[in-house]
Antibody, heavy 120, light 107 residues
Framework: QVTLRESGPALVKPTQTLTLTCTFSGFSLSTSGMCVSWVRQPPGKALEWLAL???????YYSTSLKTRLTISKDTSKNQVVLTMTNMDPVDTATYYC????????????WGQGTMVTVSS | SYELTQPPSVSVSPGQTARITCSGD??????AYWYQQKPGQAPVLVIY???ERPSGIPERFSGSSSGTTVTLTISGVQAEDEADYYCQSADSSGSYVFGTGTKVTVL
Protein backbone atom coordinates (compact mmCIF):
# COMPACT_ATOMS: atom_id res chain seq x y z
CA GLN A 1 0.00 0.00 0.00
CA VAL A 2 1.35 3.39 -1.03
CA THR A 3 1.13 6.15 1.57
CA LEU A 4 2.60 9.63 1.95
CA ARG A 5 2.53 11.76 5.08
CA GLU A 6 3.51 15.40 5.44
CA SER A 7 5.01 16.78 8.63
CA GLY A 8 6.24 20.15 9.77
CA PRO A 9 5.32 23.16 11.88
CA ALA A 10 1.72 24.30 11.99
CA LEU A 11 2.73 27.90 12.65
CA VAL A 12 5.65 29.95 11.36
CA LYS A 13 6.43 33.62 11.70
CA PRO A 14 6.83 36.00 8.76
CA THR A 15 10.36 35.98 7.28
CA GLN A 16 11.10 32.54 8.76
CA THR A 17 12.04 29.49 6.72
CA LEU A 18 9.54 26.63 6.48
CA THR A 19 10.80 23.06 6.36
CA LEU A 20 8.35 20.30 5.46
CA THR A 21 9.04 16.58 5.29
CA CYS A 22 7.17 14.03 3.19
CA THR A 23 7.64 10.50 4.50
CA PHE A 24 6.42 7.79 2.17
CA SER A 25 6.07 4.03 2.01
CA GLY A 26 5.07 1.42 -0.53
CA PHE A 27 7.37 2.65 -3.29
CA SER A 28 10.97 3.67 -3.86
CA LEU A 29 12.20 6.99 -5.16
CA SER A 30 15.11 5.06 -6.65
CA THR A 31 12.79 3.43 -9.18
CA SER A 32 13.31 4.79 -12.69
CA GLY A 33 10.60 7.31 -13.57
CA MET A 34 9.40 7.87 -10.02
CA CYS A 35 8.87 11.43 -8.78
CA VAL A 36 7.54 13.18 -5.68
CA SER A 37 6.05 16.65 -5.78
CA TRP A 38 4.76 19.33 -3.43
CA VAL A 39 1.47 21.15 -3.99
CA ARG A 40 -0.21 23.74 -1.78
CA GLN A 41 -3.72 25.10 -1.39
CA PRO A 42 -4.56 28.33 0.43
CA PRO A 43 -7.89 28.19 2.31
CA GLY A 44 -10.76 28.31 -0.17
CA LYS A 45 -8.46 28.63 -3.16
CA ALA A 46 -7.07 26.47 -5.96
CA LEU A 47 -4.22 24.00 -5.93
CA GLU A 48 -0.77 25.41 -6.72
CA TRP A 49 2.16 23.24 -7.84
CA LEU A 50 5.43 24.04 -6.05
CA ALA A 51 8.23 21.62 -6.81
CA LEU A 52 9.15 18.13 -8.00
CA UNK A 53 12.12 15.82 -7.56
CA UNK A 54 12.72 12.70 -9.61
CA UNK A 55 14.51 9.39 -9.13
CA UNK A 56 17.61 10.82 -10.81
CA UNK A 57 17.70 13.80 -8.40
CA UNK A 58 16.56 16.26 -11.07
CA UNK A 59 14.57 19.10 -9.56
CA TYR A 60 11.86 21.35 -10.99
CA TYR A 61 10.34 24.45 -9.39
CA SER A 62 7.41 26.77 -9.84
CA THR A 63 8.65 29.72 -11.88
CA SER A 64 7.06 32.22 -9.51
CA LEU A 65 8.53 30.66 -6.34
CA LYS A 66 11.81 29.14 -7.50
CA THR A 67 13.99 31.65 -5.69
CA ARG A 68 12.45 30.62 -2.35
CA LEU A 69 12.17 26.84 -2.75
CA THR A 70 14.55 23.93 -2.31
CA ILE A 71 13.53 20.29 -2.71
CA SER A 72 15.70 17.35 -1.72
CA LYS A 73 15.39 13.64 -1.07
CA ASP A 74 16.81 11.05 1.30
CA THR A 75 16.19 7.77 -0.48
CA SER A 76 17.40 5.67 2.45
CA LYS A 77 14.81 7.27 4.74
CA ASN A 78 12.04 7.41 2.10
CA GLN A 79 11.72 11.15 2.61
CA VAL A 80 11.44 14.28 0.49
CA VAL A 81 12.06 17.65 2.10
CA LEU A 82 10.83 21.05 0.93
CA THR A 83 12.17 24.31 2.30
CA MET A 84 10.57 27.67 1.60
CA THR A 85 12.35 30.81 2.69
CA ASN A 86 11.03 34.22 3.69
CA MET A 87 7.55 33.05 4.62
CA ASP A 88 4.68 35.53 4.33
CA PRO A 89 1.03 35.41 5.49
CA VAL A 90 0.01 34.77 1.85
CA ASP A 91 1.87 31.45 2.12
CA THR A 92 -0.72 30.22 4.62
CA ALA A 93 -2.02 27.02 3.06
CA THR A 94 -2.38 23.27 3.26
CA TYR A 95 0.76 21.71 1.85
CA TYR A 96 0.51 18.32 0.15
CA CYS A 97 3.10 15.91 -1.15
CA UNK A 98 2.13 13.56 -3.95
CA UNK A 99 3.67 10.70 -5.91
CA UNK A 100 4.10 10.81 -9.67
CA UNK A 101 5.05 7.47 -11.23
CA UNK A 102 6.57 7.67 -14.68
CA UNK A 103 4.02 5.39 -16.34
CA UNK A 104 1.15 7.73 -15.36
CA UNK A 105 2.84 11.12 -15.35
CA UNK A 106 0.10 12.10 -12.90
CA UNK A 107 -0.08 12.76 -9.17
CA UNK A 108 -1.70 9.45 -8.37
CA UNK A 109 -1.37 9.22 -4.58
CA TRP A 110 -1.48 12.20 -2.21
CA GLY A 111 -0.72 12.70 1.45
CA GLN A 112 -3.46 14.05 3.70
CA GLY A 113 -1.82 17.47 3.77
CA THR A 114 -0.48 19.65 6.55
CA MET A 115 -1.86 23.10 7.32
CA VAL A 116 0.73 25.84 7.76
CA THR A 117 -0.25 29.25 9.10
CA VAL A 118 2.09 32.22 8.73
CA SER A 119 1.46 34.76 11.47
CA SER A 120 3.37 36.81 13.96
CA SER B 1 2.98 32.31 -16.52
CA TYR B 2 0.96 29.50 -18.06
CA GLU B 3 -2.70 29.32 -16.99
CA LEU B 4 -5.48 26.76 -17.22
CA THR B 5 -8.97 28.25 -17.11
CA GLN B 6 -12.05 26.45 -15.79
CA PRO B 7 -15.60 27.64 -15.14
CA PRO B 8 -16.07 28.44 -11.44
CA SER B 9 -19.15 26.30 -11.08
CA VAL B 10 -21.33 23.70 -12.76
CA SER B 11 -24.73 22.60 -11.50
CA VAL B 12 -26.37 19.35 -12.53
CA SER B 13 -29.34 17.23 -11.48
CA PRO B 14 -28.81 13.62 -10.37
CA GLY B 15 -28.65 11.27 -13.32
CA GLN B 16 -27.77 14.02 -15.77
CA THR B 17 -24.41 14.72 -17.43
CA ALA B 18 -21.90 17.25 -16.14
CA ARG B 19 -19.23 18.64 -18.44
CA ILE B 20 -16.30 20.62 -17.08
CA THR B 21 -13.98 22.40 -19.48
CA CYS B 22 -10.36 23.42 -19.08
CA SER B 23 -8.65 25.77 -21.54
CA GLY B 24 -4.96 26.37 -22.05
CA ASP B 25 -2.68 27.27 -24.94
CA UNK B 26 -0.34 24.31 -24.44
CA UNK B 27 -3.03 21.66 -24.20
CA UNK B 28 -2.66 20.59 -27.85
CA UNK B 29 0.91 19.56 -26.99
CA UNK B 30 0.61 18.43 -23.37
CA UNK B 31 -1.57 15.84 -21.68
CA ALA B 32 -4.25 16.89 -19.21
CA TYR B 33 -5.14 15.30 -15.91
CA TRP B 34 -8.20 15.69 -13.69
CA TYR B 35 -8.54 15.55 -9.90
CA GLN B 36 -11.60 15.42 -7.65
CA GLN B 37 -11.38 17.08 -4.25
CA LYS B 38 -14.06 16.82 -1.57
CA PRO B 39 -14.13 19.21 1.40
CA GLY B 40 -11.34 18.57 3.88
CA GLN B 41 -9.80 15.83 1.74
CA ALA B 42 -6.78 15.48 -0.50
CA PRO B 43 -7.31 15.46 -4.27
CA VAL B 44 -7.97 12.16 -6.04
CA LEU B 45 -6.85 11.45 -9.61
CA VAL B 46 -9.85 10.62 -11.81
CA ILE B 47 -8.42 10.99 -15.36
CA TYR B 48 -4.85 10.89 -16.66
CA UNK B 49 -3.32 11.47 -20.11
CA UNK B 50 -6.48 13.22 -21.36
CA UNK B 51 -8.81 10.23 -21.26
CA GLU B 52 -7.40 7.32 -19.26
CA ARG B 53 -9.17 6.28 -16.09
CA PRO B 54 -7.21 4.95 -13.09
CA SER B 55 -8.31 1.68 -11.59
CA GLY B 56 -11.10 2.14 -9.09
CA ILE B 57 -12.55 5.25 -10.77
CA PRO B 58 -16.16 4.69 -11.94
CA GLU B 59 -16.79 4.44 -15.68
CA ARG B 60 -19.09 7.47 -15.52
CA PHE B 61 -15.94 9.63 -15.44
CA SER B 62 -14.43 10.25 -18.88
CA GLY B 63 -12.09 12.76 -20.48
CA SER B 64 -11.61 14.18 -23.94
CA SER B 65 -9.44 16.71 -25.72
CA SER B 66 -9.97 19.07 -28.63
CA GLY B 67 -7.46 21.74 -29.51
CA THR B 68 -6.83 24.08 -26.59
CA THR B 69 -9.71 22.66 -24.51
CA VAL B 70 -10.02 19.46 -22.52
CA THR B 71 -13.28 18.25 -20.99
CA LEU B 72 -14.13 16.09 -18.02
CA THR B 73 -17.54 14.44 -18.42
CA ILE B 74 -19.45 12.85 -15.58
CA SER B 75 -22.31 10.77 -16.96
CA GLY B 76 -25.22 9.85 -14.73
CA VAL B 77 -24.09 12.19 -11.96
CA GLN B 78 -24.55 10.93 -8.41
CA ALA B 79 -24.77 12.92 -5.19
CA GLU B 80 -21.32 11.64 -4.18
CA ASP B 81 -19.81 13.39 -7.23
CA GLU B 82 -20.38 16.79 -5.66
CA ALA B 83 -16.86 18.17 -5.25
CA ASP B 84 -14.27 20.55 -6.64
CA TYR B 85 -12.56 19.41 -9.83
CA TYR B 86 -9.15 20.58 -11.04
CA CYS B 87 -7.45 20.05 -14.37
CA GLN B 88 -3.64 19.89 -14.47
CA SER B 89 -1.05 19.94 -17.19
CA ALA B 90 2.55 20.90 -17.84
CA ASP B 91 4.39 23.50 -19.82
CA SER B 92 7.44 23.02 -22.02
CA SER B 93 9.88 23.95 -19.24
CA GLY B 94 9.02 21.07 -16.94
CA SER B 95 6.72 23.07 -14.70
CA TYR B 96 3.28 21.84 -13.76
CA VAL B 97 0.13 23.88 -13.47
CA PHE B 98 -3.34 23.37 -12.04
CA GLY B 99 -6.53 24.88 -13.34
CA THR B 100 -8.61 27.42 -11.49
CA GLY B 101 -11.02 24.76 -10.25
CA THR B 102 -14.71 24.04 -10.79
CA LYS B 103 -17.24 23.40 -8.07
CA VAL B 104 -19.77 20.78 -9.14
CA THR B 105 -23.09 21.04 -7.35
CA VAL B 106 -25.61 18.21 -7.55
CA LEU B 107 -29.06 19.77 -7.31
Amino acid sequence: QVTLRESGPALVKPTQTLTLTCTFSGFSLSTSGMCVSWVRQPPGKALEWLALIDWDDDKYYSTSLKTRLTISKDTSKNQVVLTMTNMDPVDTATYYCARMPGNLDAFDIWGQGTMVTVSS
Amino acid sequence: SYELTQPPSVSVSPGQTARITCSGDALPKQYAYWYQQKPGQAPVLVIYKDSERPSGIPERFSGSSSGTTVTLTISGVQAEDEADYYCQSADSSGSYVFGTGTKVTVL
